[in-house]
């Protein structure tokens, strides 16, 4: 039996010294590619363009989606100007990621969105986020740990009988954090299924059930011996996957 094509959305990074400073390069992290493999998908990175005819074709050659982590999203999007806090933003790769989304969406092919990849499925269904946590005024915890990749350092609650929770086989769990924006409104057609102890939605979903938005990073802890149950999050694309 062919095992299927996972294409992972490709980020780009600029040399800051070397042989080359300045040069534009392709990727993304490691992790993402070994969880695809490890969990019986074979992985393809998708590298950024801005051509939608080739944007469109990409996706013809993929059966499930991997929307990764990354950049800011552009505030823009969701009817507001930049504020002082905001990181680094890339109006470009917003709209390569948003396109890649609606075609999967359009072909049903399963997705699953972490973090940044996450806000981008909230941003294009018509939801809006926190420019930095900073901006939250209820008290927030810390979601930007900055260290050991694969330590979860906050609890994360599941509504018992989401597809997140079925797909995961827990409601409560612990995660790692690595993101200074937080989902403000929550798209009105996605369910908000996951939460962090202050209240900062931590995973949606579609009412579908081919799309699953998580804003931590199962891809830095499917190696923990302690949190091996985040695999099941790259079972859901590849066993999904048409």
């Not at 990074?13 to 534009?24: A, L, N, Q, T, V």
């Not at 009817?79 to 470009?92: A, T």
């Not at 981008?120 to 900055?146: C, F, M, W």
């Amino acid at each position: 039996m062919t095992k299927p094509i996972i294409g992972i959305a490709g980020s780009e990074m600029i040399d800051s010294g070397g042989m080359f400073p300045g040069y534009r390069r392709s990727y993304v992290n490691e992790d993402y590619v070994d969880s695809v493999v490890k969990n019986g998908g074979i992985p393809f990175i998708i590298p950024f363009t801005e051509n939608d005819d080739i944007i469109k074709s990409q996706m013809e050659y993929v059966q499930g989606l991997i929307l990764s982590g990354g950049h800011d999203v552009d505030p823009h999007l969701y009817g507001e100007e930049l504020s002082p806090k905001i990181g680094p933003i890339w109006p470009e790769r917003d709209h390569f990621d948003m396109l890649l989304l609606k075609i999967a969406e359009e072909t049903n092919k399963p997705v699953l969105g972490v973090c940044r990849g996450a806000q981008i499925i909230n941003v294009a269904h018509g939801g809006s986020l926190y420019q930095d946590l900073s901006y939250r005024p209820e008290q927030t915890l810390k979601h930007e740990q900055g260290h050991t990749p694969d330590l979860p350092t906050h609890k994360v609650t599941i509504k018992k009988n989401s597809l997140l929770a079925k797909t995961l086989g827990k409601t409560e769990c612990m995660v790692n954090s690595f993101h200074h924006q937080l989902i403000k409104d929550v798209a009105p057609d996605l369910l908000e299924v996951a939460d962090a102890s202050d209240g900062v939605p931590e995973g949606l979903e579609n009412k579908q059930g081919t799309v699953l938005a998580i804003q931590w990073h199962p891809e830095m802890l499917h190696n923990n011996p302690n949190t091996k149950y985040m695999n099941n999050l790259f079972k859901f694309v590849v066993k999904n996957a048409k």
